[in-house]
């Protein structure tokens, strides 16, 4: 099955900096790999997505990077705010292919410093 | 609000007693998910129903756990005989049939067993 690895576990930025997440899955046919936040208390809410044929996607500060050859992908925040203060987590899966199970990394604790 | 809803959002048992959680998906939304996450951990896939047909359950579902979507709308995770290493939050999601599969996700419901 899918396996996917997320780092750093931990990050601090200081307010305005960027930061940057990473993840690598194992499965090569996976082909949509979303992004979540997620808050103390709260459930997962999505904050941006990718899907295989497409390279890079960015929406506002938020961006994600896909290298399908080498099977990683990377979630880049730009000037970072204190609400932007969460746990992040990557995920992989095979959509459209009848099994839609999401396989999650283990999250990145951001930490943003005022 | 037309999130997906979960109710109970706190729960505290004592061992060996049964629990049921439910889960209101998003209006519309046919694909119904029901993911484990325990503390500093990513969500995990317990099952997934399409419509009121279960599809596909992890083998992380054992036989104490049983989960149902009668009508194909609302759907009940119940756990019998409760045990300690039962303890996480229980996330629910949705999603709509189509190109997009996004899935979105519930508060949850922090289950205690004691």
């Known amino acids: 099955g899918e396996n996917v690895e997320q780092h750093p576990s931990t990050l601090s930025v200081q307010e305005g900096d960027s930061a940057v997440i990473k993840c690598t899955y194992s499965?090569?046919?996976?082909?949509?790999f979303p992004w979540y936040k997620q808050e103390l208390g709260k459930g997962p809410q999505l904050i941006i997505d990718?899907?295989?044929?497409?390279g890079e996607k960015k929406d506002q500060r938020i961006a994600v990077t896909l290298n399908k050859t080498a099977k990683h992908f990377s979630l880049h925040i730009t000037e970072t705010q204190p609400e932007d203060s969460a746990v992040y987590f990557c995920?992989?899966?095979?959509?459209?292919?009848?099994?839609?199970?999401?396989?999650f990394g283990k999250g990145t604790k951001l930490s943003v410093i005022p | 609000d037309t999130g997906v809803s979960q109710d109970p959002r706190h729960k505290i048992t004592k061992r060996g007693q049964n629990v049921t959680f439910r889960c209101d998906p998003i209006s519309e939304h046919n694909r119904l998910y029901w993911y484990r996450q325990t503390l500093g951990q990513g969500p995990e896939f317990l099952t997934y129903?399409?419509?009121?047909?279960?599809?596909?359950k992890s083998r992380l579902l054992s036989d104490r756990f049983s989960a149902e979507r009668p009508k194909g709308s609302f759907s009940t995770l119940e756990i019998q005989r409760t045990e300690q290493g039962d303890s996480a939050m229980y996330l629910c999601?949705?999603?709509?049939?189509?190109?997009?599969?996004?899935?979105?996700f519930g508060p949850g419901t922090r289950l205690l067993v004691l």
């Open positions: 999601a949705s999603s709509l049939r189509g190109l997009q599969e996004t899935q979105y």
């Open positions: 990718i899907r295989s044929n497409v």
């Open positions: 129903f399409q419509n009121e047909a279960q599809l596909e």
């Open positions: 499965d090569s046919a996976s082909n949509y």
């Open positions: 995920a992989a899966t095979l959509s459209g292919a009848g099994s839609y199970q999401l396989t």
